[in-house]
């Protein structure tokens, strides 16, 4: 059974909160009494001063009205002192607005409530962002506060096609979360799908960005990430533009961009703020890095343990030579140091940043140096370990290098295992598992697997800005002109 808006009911749902502000108010000379909800600390003060409780005190066309009903339409017609006034008569929605830092004024005969937001909550300041470092453009990124962030887009784009959604994810936490994309440029079948998996989320709390991320992708069994985040608001603006659509989450100090291939993740938004050449260097850069760090680790088992011949003579004889005193494998150095390798990388995110930092170095130098000298590990396998891991360290998204991570101590396995034959499975396996991921109809690999022409000047290389005059077609089926 629906409930119905009175104060009775409110109090004694919240009988139990300290921080919920319950007080009645008396309107007129006929005794008119209304009743204020909010969350102490979520409104502001100095707000709900100035434009609830002294208009309702000293206004004089207040003080003659007979009904509730007179002076609710008073209110809303132009008597309220706060730009946003809304009327509200669902109770679900009414707690919503309480609980999110609006004040309700509650009108019990008309069981309806009018609802102010004085919203003036402690918010962390915009700052430079943390994980995209910027060396040559905009310095602001993304916070906790979805409305902050939505403003950031906002400011970027101030085109009257910009559509934010805002919906509410969660039984008990009721997180908000806006969807925004241009409505002339998107494709609305990836919109409403999106709008569809949000809407049908049934989980209590949105803790965490994975509660969120694993609605949304397709494939979840896959370690690549099908969606992308990013801190900075002049990236998502670009996204936007592109077709592509924008998922805020309150809580969350970065937003979503879908679709997502794997040519974004590899991307940097200093590409664009660069001369092409040098951007065009950079990204290669990156995709000979990826190879390496996949490749690299397992490529030196392989050939040390199945297929010497492979290496020149010199090469292979000092390779042998500083194995001479070490009485592991090839296989197992390399898998061994891999393995230190994560551990490294864990310790030095979990603890502090100033033992962390100090925990690396100690970790990476002392110990790396010690065991050669213990003959615990070959210089070689040193050197090869570590030139894969600063490797992957080059990729601009962190949740792709978590997967490039991944699958490279897997393909070293398989170098364990089977030498170049298992090297060459594993990376048949990985083209496959690869290309056959579809993001919202789009193929994860694209450009590279399609045909179509209008992206392949923004892949591995950056070509002009002039060059870029459509966009996917796949992405945003009706408008593809980007400029003329």
């Keep these: 059974m629906e409930k119905t808006i009175n104060s009775k009911q409110l109090k004694e749902l919240f009988v139990k909160s300290g921080d919920i502000v319950q007080r009645p108010l008396n309107i007129g000379h006929k005794g008119i009494t209304v009743h204020l ?22 206004d004089e066309n207040l003080k003659d009205m007979q009904t509730e009903k007179e002076v609710m339409e008073y209110l809303l017609e132009g008597g309220a002192f706060h730009a946003f006034t809304d009327e509200v008569a669902d109770y679900q929605l009414l707690l919503r607005y309480i609980l999110s830092g609006m004040a309700a004024l509650v009108f019990d005969q008309e069981q309806k409530a009018l609802i102010f937001d004085v919203r003036d909550f402690d918010k962390r300041s915009i700052t430079e962002p943390s994980d995209e470092g910027v060396m040559k453009g905009a310095k602001d990124s993304f916070i906790e506060v979805m409305r902050t962030n939505t403003v950031l887009i906002r400011r970027r784009l101030k085109s009257e096609f910009l559509v934010m959604e805002q919906l509410n994810v969660g039984k008990l936490s009721k997180t908000d979360i806006t969807i925004a994309y241009l409505s002339n440029v998107a494709d609305m079948d990836t919109v409403n799908r999106v709008r569809d998996t949000l809407q049908n989320i049934d989980i209590d709390n949105v ?8 609605y949304l992708v397709d494939n979840k069994k896959s370690i690549f990430p099908q969606i992308m985040y990013t801190q900075r608001p002049d990236r998502v603006s670009a996204n936007l533009t592109d077709g592509r659509v924008a998922v805020v989450v309150d809580g969350i100090p970065f937003v979503y961009i879908l679709p997502c291939q794997m040519v974004m993740l590899m991307q940097s938004p200093e590409d664009y703020a660069n001369h092409f050449f040098i951007g065009s260097s950079l990204r290669i850069i990156r995709y000979i890095a990826m190879i390496l760090t996949i490749f690299l680790p397992a490529f030196y088992i392989a050939a040390t343990t199945y297929q010497n011949q492979m290496l020149p003579a010199e090469i292979a004889l000092s390779i042998q030579k500083a194995k001479q005193n070490v009485p592991f494998s090839s296989a197992s150095e390399v898998l061994g140091l891999l393995v230190s390798f994560e551990i490294l990388i864990e310790a030095g995110l979990r603890l502090p940043k100033t033992v962390g930092t100090a925990m690396s170095i100690l970790g990476g130098l002392v110990v790396g140096q010690s065991a050669v000298e213990a003959k615990l590990v070959s210089p070689t396998v040193v050197v090869i370990v570590a030139l894969a891991g600063i490797a992957g360290f080059i990729l601009p998204n962190q949740d792709l290098s978590s997967g490039i991570r991944l699958t490279r101590f897997i393909m070293a396995v398989l170098a364990a295992i089977g030498g170049f034959f298992g090297m060459t499975a594993g990376l048949i396996l990985l083209i496959t598992h690869l290309c056959s991921l579809d993001n919202y109809g789009v193929a994860y690999m694209s450009p590279f697997v399609d045909v179509e022409k209008s992206n392949h000047k923004d892949t591995l290389f950056r ?3 002039k060059y870029f005059t459509k966009r996917s077609k796949k992405i945003a ?8």
């Excluded at 409780?53 to 000293?58: A, R, S, Y």
């Design 37 to 58: 909800f909010g969350v102490d600390g979520l409104m502001s003060t100095l707000m709900l001063d100035e434009t609830i409780l002294k208009p309702l005190t000293l």
């Design 207 to 214: 803790s965490t960005p994975a509660f969120i991320e694993e």
């Design 463 to 465: 070509f002009p800005i």
């Design 477 to 484: 089926p009706e408008n593809h002109t980007k400029q003329k």
